[in-house]
C-alpha cells in the first residue's frame, strides 16, 4: 500500500513554455500533498504543502505564480511551472501525507519516482 | 527558521564494516524520519521515531532519537553493497508540522 505516481517521469522543453506535472496518491487519500525539488547532489527543498480543497503554502523564496499547485481531489495534485526557464531545470518529487500508516502518531510521507524537468 | 544538520555528507567503507549517520535539529522536534535514496532514485521511507530516547531497530539498521528529541543518528552493521545510498533524516516540528530535510549522507561500501 502507501503507493504514490508522478507524471511524467522525465520532460524536456523549450524555454517559456509551462509543464503540468501530476502526483497521485494510488491506494489511498491522502490529507496532505508536498513538492519538493531536488538539485543535483543536493538534499529535498520543500517548495509548499497542498491541502485539498484550499490554497497551497509555499515556502519562503517560492514564487506562488510561477509554480502553480492545485489540488483538485483526496487522490490528486498538479504542480504547474509556467513560463520555464533553464533554471527551473531540476527533479521534483510530491509526496503524500498518511496519518498513522507507519505506525506512528504522526503523519508519514509517502514519495513519488519524481520527475526530471529539463529546460533548454 | 528550523534546521537540520547531518553528519558526515559522504562516507566510504569497505563491506562489512559499520556505519553511522547523525542529524542535529536547531529545535524540538515531533518526530523524524529517515529515508534512503538509491542513486538515480527517489527517497524511501525508512521509519519514524516519536518518542524521546526511542531505539527502533531494522534488521542491521538501528535507529536512535534523542532525550531531548533534537538528535538522531542511523547505524548500519556490517554493511553490504545494497546498503549504497544517499540517507536523509527528515524532522518535523512546530504547529505547522513543517518538515526539513538534513542535506543527506552519501554512502559508499567497497565490495
Known amino acids: 500500500g502507501a503507493v504514490v505516481s508522478q507524471h511524467p517521469s522525465w520532460v524536456i522543453c523549450k524555454s517559456g513554455t509551462s509543464v503540468k506535472i501530476e502526483c497521485r496518491s494510488l491506494?489511498?487519500?491522502?490529507?496532505?500533498m508536498f513538492w519538493y525539488r531536488q538539485f543535483p547532489k543536493q538534499s529535498l527543498m520543500l517548495m509548499a504543502t497542498s491541502n485539498e480543497g484550499s490554497k497551497a503554502t509555499y515556502e519562503q523564496g517560492v514564487e506562488k505564480d510561477k509554480f502553480l499547485i492545485n489540488h483538485a481531489s483526496l487522490t490528486l495534485s498538479t504542480l504547474t511551472v509556467t513560463s520555464a526557464h533553464p533554471e527551473d531545470s531540476s527533479f521534483y518529487i510530491c509526496?503524500?501525507?498518511?496519518?498513522?500508516?507507519?505506525?506512528?502518531?504522526?503523519?508519514?510521507?509517502?514519495f513519488g519516482p519524481g520527475t526530471r524537468l529539463l529546460v533548454l | 527558521g528550523q534546521q537540520v544538520m547531518q553528519i558526515p555528507q559522504y562516507q566510504h567503507v569497505q563491506e562489512g564494516e559499520d556505519f553511522t549517520t547523525y542529524c542535529n535539529s536547531s529545535?524540538?522536534?515531533?518526530?523524524i524520519q529517515w529515508y534512503k535514496q538509491r542513486p538515480g532514485g527517489h527517497p524511501v521511507f525508512l521509519i519514524q521515531?516519536?518518542?524521546?530516547?526511542e531505539v527502533k531497530k531494522q534488521k542491521r539498521l538501528t535507529f536512535q532519537f534523542g532525550e531531548a528529541k533534537k538528535n538522531s543518528s542511523l547505524h548500519i552493521t556490517a554493511t553490504q553493497t545494497t546498503d549504497v545510498g544517499t540517507y536523509f533524516c527528515?524532522?518535523?516540528?512546530?504547529?505547522?508540522?513543517?518538515?526539513?530535510f538534513g542535506i543527506g549522507t552519501k554512502l559508499q561500501v567497497i565490495p
Open positions: 491506494d489511498f487519500q491522502a490529507t496532505t
Open positions: 527528515a524532522g518535523t516540528s512546530g504547529g505547522y508540522q513543517k518538515v526539513t
Open positions: 529545535t524540538t522536534l515531533s518526530n
Open positions: 521515531l516519536v518518542k524521546s530516547g
Open positions: 509526496s503524500a501525507s498518511v496519518p498513522g500508516l507507519a505506525g506512528g502518531i504522526q503523519e508519514t510521507q509517502y
